[in-house]
Every structure is written in structure tokens, then in C-alpha cells.
């Protein structure tokens, strides 16, 4: 069953996989303003190799320290949420992105609802 965990380098050809699909539907152009997007046109060259993908890997990691750099109305990932006694917190996937939707559903996520093509659900952080 999907399950919400820490990035790992263990996924390493699973995650090249994916990204690959994802830049196969278009995913990653200039007007693609999604996380994946983002993501994909600033560390694809980064992914092929295996310390590439493990300094990518830390970085998500790094993503639940306070302190680390991250976009403006980005906050501390979900282990930083909990620990602050956040109870639950706002997740997103695109309205047409059913795998994202079902691993969010499984992890507890309650639809809120829908905006600007996004789908909102309250996701517990314990």
C-alpha cells in the first residue's frame, strides 16, 4: 500500500522512472509553475548519478529544519509540523494527479476542497 516516508536513496531508479514520465507529459517547461516542475528543470542534470541523486536526497531532507533555505511560503516539512503541535496540515495535488490523491487519502488526508485546479486535503502530522 502507498505510504507518505522520509526520501531515501533506496528509490533512487523508481524516482529517475517517475521523473521520467513526468517530463514525457510535458512536465517541467518554463510555464509548468508545479512543485515537480520546479524541481525537474533545477535538478534533472543532478538525478543520473548516484551521489547526484543522494545530495538531492538530503536536500529534501534538510526541507524539516527550520533554518534551511526554501521558497518564499514554503514552511518546515511535516516532522517540524508535529513537532510544533501542528495537528494537521494542508496538502495539495493536482486535480488530475489520482495517484498523489489516493497516497494522500491513505495517509489520513480529509478533503477540503477545490481551488485553481488544486485539490486540498487536512493531512494529520502525527
Known amino acids: 500500500?502507498?505510504?507518505?516516508?522520509?526520501?531515501?536513496?533506496?528509490?533512487?531508479?523508481?524516482?529517475?522512472?517517475?521523473?521520467?514520465?513526468f517530463h514525457a507529459e510535458g512536465r517541467g517547461s518554463a510555464?509548468?509553475?508545479?512543485?515537480?516542475?520546479?524541481?525537474?528543470?533545477?535538478f534533472t542534470r543532478h538525478w543520473s548519478t548516484p551521489a547526484g541523486f543522494a545530495d538531492y536526497v538530503d536536500w529534501l531532507r534538510n526541507q524539516s529544519l527550520e533554518d534551511s533555505p526554501r521558497p518564499d511560503g514554503h514552511v518546515p516539512s511535516l516532522p517540524m509540523a508535529?513537532?510544533?503541535?501542528?495537528?494537521?496540515?494542508?496538502?495539495t495535488c493536482d486535480v488530475d494527479n489520482i495517484a498523489s490523491r489516493k497516497v494522500i487519502e491513505r495517509n489520513g488526508g480529509v478533503f477540503a476542497d477545490q481551488r485553481s485546479g488544486k485539490l486540498r486535503f487536512w493531512v494529520p502530522t502525527d
Request: hydrophobic letters at 40%; glycine letters at 2%; proline letters at 5%.
Open 1 to 21: 500500500m502507498p505510504e507518505l516516508s522520509r526520501p531515501t536513496v533506496r528509490v533512487h531508479q523508481s524516482f529517475i522512472a517517475a521523473m521520467a514520465e
Open 31 to 42: 510555464e509548468d509553475s508545479s512543485m515537480i516542475g520546479s524541481e525537474l528543470r533545477e
Open 82 to 91: 508535529y513537532h510544533l503541535d501542528i495537528t494537521s496540515a494542508l496538502v
